[in-house]
């Protein structure tokens, strides 16, 4: 029997978003544990937790006695590990693509918008409520504008890569639901709208849903 999975996760965090889907794209059991990022000055900067995950993010994940971090790694590490309905693409032009599509995410739009990012803006620079929306929407609607050209430059089915969801579809779908909390106007981006809808069809996606999860407040 396979070492258990436990997901160290926050509902509405889009990094353990990316790995939710994963996981459920794979089929693979795993156990959820909250980690409530506002909640006590934010569960993540416990010593307990921080042992765990130095940088004191979400997510983390365990498979026996190793503990992974950062989402991207993690979804590569668990592609590798179990290989059944594989995230990135066998050739290595379109593996690249779906790399770049996810660090496009990953690395260009998602750390300016973090939640830590945010509260510094608000404690430290003391920057108004509509400075930190106006800040966040625009690395936002940067990224998703050249993630949609280059879609625009090679089209494929109904996913990023291809025709069946990888690596960046697990991160762009969890960057759309951010815009979306933002209020950003998402009609400029019809390819992207195309994919997320293709995916948010799909139950693997449907059950990673922040709303899905344990710990998400009651509507």
Known sequence: MSAPLTL????????????????????????????????DGGQQRTPAYAARNPQRLVPALTHG???????LAIIEYLDEVFPSAPLLPTDPLSRHRARALAQLVACDIHP??????????EQELQLPADARTQWISRWIRDGLSAF???LEQERGGDFCVGTAPTLADCALVPQLYNARRFGIDLTPYPRLLHIDAACMALPAFQAAAPERQPDAPPA
Not at 18 to 27: E, F, M, N
Not at 112 to 121: A, D, K
């Open 112 to 121: 300016l918008g973090n939640l830590r990012v945010l509260q510094y803006l």
């Open 65 to 71: 006695g190793a503990v992974l971090t950062q989402s």
């Open 8 to 39: 160290y996760t926050y509902w509405r965090s889009s990094a353990a978003f990316r790995v939710r889907i994963a996981l459920h794209l794979k089929g693979l059991p795993f156990d959820s544990v909250p980690v409530h990022l506002v909640q």
């Open 148 to 150: 949609e050209t280059l």
